[in-house]
């Protein structure tokens, strides 16, 4: 599986950006599917994930995100998206999109991984 992210950009706190990871293979639909984060001198960290759409597509939000950020995928286009509202400036970061086992939080479960696209929130 290949991921490509796209959608990042620089927006100012309280905005809205839609982050897209388009995925090549057959598989796709087997795949939990991830999004992570990581700032400048942090480390990465899980920012959502959703289980396979035949079982209901469980979700799995990082605290600090629920209720802001919403994640769901498209298996027809082979896609997942990260709508991510009310942006603040500590969500600022490259974001990774994964796929992986299903809507695990720890970045060990996910087999494949996509280039960062950079968000940028400022205050």
């Known amino acids: 599986v290949q991921l490509q992210a796209s959608g990042g950009g620089l927006v100012q706190a309280g905005d809205s950006l839609r982050l897209s990871c388009a995925a090549s293979?057959?598989?796709?639909?087997?795949?939990?599917m991830g999004w992570f984060r990581q700032a400048p001198g942090k480390e990465r960290e899980f920012v959502a994930a959703?289980?396979?759409?035949?079982?209901?597509?469980?979700?799995n939000y990082l605290d600090s995100v629920k209720g802001r950020f919403t994640i769901s995928r498209d298996d027809a286009k082979n896609t997942v998206y990260l709508q991510m509202n009310s942006l603040k400036p500590e969500d600022t970061g490259f974001y990774y999109c994964?796929?992986?086992?299903?809507?695990?939080?720890?970045?060990?479960?996910?087999?494949?991984w996509g280039q960062g696209t950079l968000v940028t929130v400022s205050s």
């Open positions: 293979g057959r598989t796709y639909s087997t795949y939990g």
């Open positions: 959703i289980g396979w759409s035949w079982s209901g597509g469980v979700t």
């Open positions: 994964a796929a992986g086992r299903g809507a695990y939080a720890t970045s060990d479960e996910y087999d494949y």
